[in-house]
């Protein structure tokens, strides 16, 4: 990367990525399970489920598009409610202040809301750090969001990185040719997450700086 060119973007997933919502979320999912015609899920099939890239994982819970959406909007109304009981990963607090000291351009992209996103940023002090959020539900998917956030901030895939926990971040960051960071420790575990051929497969938030730099100086 030339001298003077701006350091690069950074996109973060919220969900799994930076807060530790999935805890949370699975037990508000199998409270809400048995309405949806949905069975409940135990600890360890969770782990053997984070195996399996997004897609398969709701075939195998028996989940179709449509549903996935009306249940992910009642897990997050739900989840509303339970803010408070929900920390953020381990280390990347630390994480996320390094990076904006360093100069580096951080953003948020979720489907949880804005309110909810903001609420954890603040209380942790993070809320600074980002130079925007963009929030909601899409009906367009998260292609669509990665190019419009691009878009509006001016910036170049080439110059943008999407960090996110799910195998279809990787496919959204693939399609619209920004750089992926997989992180292993949300949704989808490493084998799930290296069958999208991500830029980087970090397993530690502490690796997000080394990544960063590593892709600021184009090596």
């Known amino acids: 990367m030339m001298a003077g060119t701006p350091k690069p973007l950074l996109i973060f997933d919220f969900d ?27 600890l360890a099939e969770v782990r053997e489920l984070r195996k399996l890239n997004t897609r398969a994982l709701l075939d195998e819970l028996g989940i179709s598009r449509l549903m996935a959406v009306k249940l992910g909007a009642h897990i997050r109304k739900v989840l509303h409610d339970r803010m408070e009981e929900v920390d953020m990963i381990r280390g990347t607090r630390e994480a996320v202040r390094e990076l904006h000291r360093e100069g580096f351009r951080l953003g948020i992209l979720s489907s949880n809301s804005a309110e909810n996103v903001r609420m954890i940023m603040k209380r942790f002090d993070l809320l600074e750090c ?12 998260k292609p669509h969001r990665i190019a419009h956030v691009l878009k509006k901030t001016g910036i170049v ?6 960090v996110g926990d799910e195998t279809r971040d990787m496919e959204a960051a693939r399609k619209t040719q920004v750089s992926g960071v997989a992180v292993c420790w949300g949704a ?11 830029d980087f497969c970090i397993d530690d938030p502490s690796e997000l700086i080394s990544c960063a730099r590593t892709f600021a100086s184009g090596k």
């Open 16 to 42: 799994g990525t930076l807060a530790n919502t999935i805890e949370t979320g699975i037990q508000i999912y199998n409270e809400l399970a048995d309405g949806y015609g949905l069975r409940a899920v135990t």
């Open 130 to 141: 980002f130079s925007f959020i963009e929030a909601g539900v899409s009906l367009f998917g």
């Open 157 to 162: 895939p080439s110059l943008a990185m999407y």
């Open 188 to 198: 989808n575990g490493r084998e799930a997450m290296e069958t999208e051929g991500p």
